[in-house]
């Protein structure tokens, strides 16, 4: 086998291999579809709210803004970067969780469900309780700092158990590490009286986004979003197996440090704004999987568009179930993930 595999060149892979079977046509369709969908979605979260705003409203404040007009500076300064950052956060989470899913080979693999977003979220509570009103571009740093620490973790106790890194022991690791942060949170919280602050965190949404956050962040997921998609043929060797990715040329220690480094750069920034939103990493890409094949270079934009998606309309419809209040955008996304996980682990245990 591995001399046969030796014949193929770094940018050929077999006839048998999974990358050959895709789907482009349904791939291109997609984005479109899918950016053509966003773009509606986008204004129709700008014109829904407390306020309900038509969108010729909408149109002129973007294109003609007057800021005399009450209604113009609801959309600039409070709807606007609150659109926005749900597309962003939404394309971070999920393109975050395919290149998890991809790299690992575990289709269990998320950033909420393996500790990066459990990790983001305790540092961040110690910036709350250490440094109160650290600036924000220090507060993505720490975020950063705080994803790398929860997959160190999660990855060190998982790779300690006989048999080594299963998709369910991975899975079983990254939950009991984040149930162990959390609670380390919630008792920072408690000792220091920041309980407020971090509530948001904990509930999960964008309503509290300002330009300045989204500005802030656009350099660092654009960057990363970018590097991924330049990754995403190496991801794809990666998901065929690690000798098999060697055999074809790829330089898998390298691939493994650039995904990981993006990852938590993905959902460092992620967390870091709108709080612990888990799920999306894991849906995601798998609806994308089945949509498109298994090539990631189709998977990956694919999974950002799409996660975009779930997430704006998510803070649609956080806005209209109970207005004029609020529900938690994480609640309405785990409404569609838990039952999702569910149903992997119960996949997965059957094929061991």
Request: proline share 5%; charged share 10%.
């Amino acid at each position: 086998m591995a001399s046969s595999m030796k014949s193929y060149s770094a940018t050929t892979p077999p006839k048998d291999s999974p990358v050959l079977k895709t789907r482009p046509l349904a791939a291109s369709i997609i984005l479109v579809a899918g950016i053509a969908l966003l773009l509606f979605s986008l204004a129709a979260s700008i014109s829904l709210g407390a306020a309900d705003i038509s969108l010729a409203t909408v149109w002129e404040a973007v294109f003609r803004f007057d800021p005399d007009l009450t209604q113009h500076q609801i959309i600039q300064e409070l709807r606007m970067p609150r659109a926005l950052a749900g597309a962003m956060i939404g394309a971070c989470f999920a393109v975050a969780g395919a290149i998890m899913q991809g790299m690992t080979r575990n289709p269990l693999a998320d950033p909420g469900l393996l500790g990066v977003n459990a990790g983001a979220g305790f540092v961040l509570a110690l910036c709350f309780a250490f440094a109160p009103g650290l600036p924000f571009q220090y507060l993505i740093l720490y975020s950063f700092l705080g994803a790398a620490v929860g997959v160190g973790i999660v990855y060190g106790i998982g790779s300690l158990a006989k048999g080594g890194l299963t998709p369910v022991r991975l899975a079983l690791a990254g939950a009991a590490v984040a149930a162990l942060l959390s609670a380390l949170s919630e008792g920072i919280a408690i000792f220091f009286r920041i309980g407020q602050d971090l509530a948001f965190w904990y509930a999960g949404g964008v309503a509290g986004v300002k330009w300045m956050q989204v500005k802030l962040m656009a350099p660092w997921v654009g960057g990363a979003l970018v590097l991924s998609f330049i990754l995403s043929r190496s991801v794809t060797l990666l998901s065929l197996g690690e000798d098999i990715a060697k055999s074809l040329g790829g330089r898998t220690g390298l691939i493994k440090l650039a995904c990981t480094l993006v990852v938590l750069v993905l959902a460092g920034a992620a967390v870091s704004a709108v709080g612990a939103i888990g799920f999306v990493g894991l849906l995601i890409p798998h609806v994308a999987r089945a949509l498109v094949g298994v090539d990631y270079r189709w998977i990956i934009p694919c999974s950002a568009v799409l996660g975009s998606l779930l997430m704006v309309l998510a803070d649609i419809g956080a806005r209209m179930i109970n207005p004029p209040f609020e529900t938690p955008v994480g609640a309405l996304i785990a409404v569609l993930g838990v039952p999702f996980f569910l149903y992997l682990v119960r996949k997965q245990r059957r094929e061991l």
